[in-house]
């Protein structure tokens, strides 16, 4: 068995920390976009396809009418790198471990299972959440990122290339994430994919939980489900 998390959202809270950066950023701006619309829109996203994103919602405002495609493009991707740099500073001062996670990885340690992470966002900002919350000593070395393939999720080559460096085949991996993207790069990999679906902030249902279960996760909404889920035998 391996287990595979995904990092942000997962390992790290700092998904609904990057949304808000992106939402106050933009209306600075005035593009007005709610944190909500944000986290539900872009999780889970590659960095090329969240730049891609925000590009076209910045091509909304008047002082880019002129601009031809290159230089949109390249004030997008300039854009997303601001408020890149923000979230991480941010992040630096609230990020906190995902609530239940540190008993599941004790347990997993302890119990001599092999994890990895396997994130879409790059090394950098990783090393920068996963030691801010006290979960690298548990991961080091085994922390993989798009960067690290040509393609990321949703396509299978993180997860793949995951456990081929663990040295477990991939049918005997389970994919623990909380974004359609994630899950289907799962499912590309032929992996078990476990869908963490947490309600929203205000108690409401999360927007994900149907296209989840479409896509064929297991689906469980707080961390003290994971660990039966995890050794749930059919």
Known sequence: MLVIFDCDGVLVDSEIIS???S???????????SADYILETYRGK??????????EELSRLE???????????????????????????VCEQQLEPVKGIMTVLDY??????????????????MRMTLAKT????????????FEDVTRGKPAPDLFLHAASTMNIPAAQAIVVEDSL???????AAGMRPLGYCPPNHDG??????????????EVFFAMDELLPLIFKTN
């Open 63 to 89: 002082s880019w009418k002129d601009f031809g495609a290159a230089e949109r493009a390249e004030q997008g991707a300039k854009f997303w790198r601001h408020v890149q740099l923000q979230t991480l500073v």
């Open 134 to 145: 006290g979960i690298m000593p548990y991961v080091q070395g085994r922390i993989f990122s």
């Open 46 to 55: 590659s960095v090329a396809d969240c730049i891609y994103m925000i590009t």
């Open 19 to 21: 949304a808000q950066v």
């Open 108 to 125: 997993l340690r302890d119990k001599q299972i092999p994890f990895c992470v396997a994130s879409n966002g790059k090394h950098e900002k």
């Open 204 to 217: 409401s249902e999360n927007c994900l939980l149907p296209g989840m279960r479409k896509l064929g996760a």
């Open 23 to 33: 939402s106050d950023c933009l209306n600075e701006i005035g593009v007005k976009l």
């Open 181 to 187: 993207t994630g899950i289907q790069a799962a499912v």
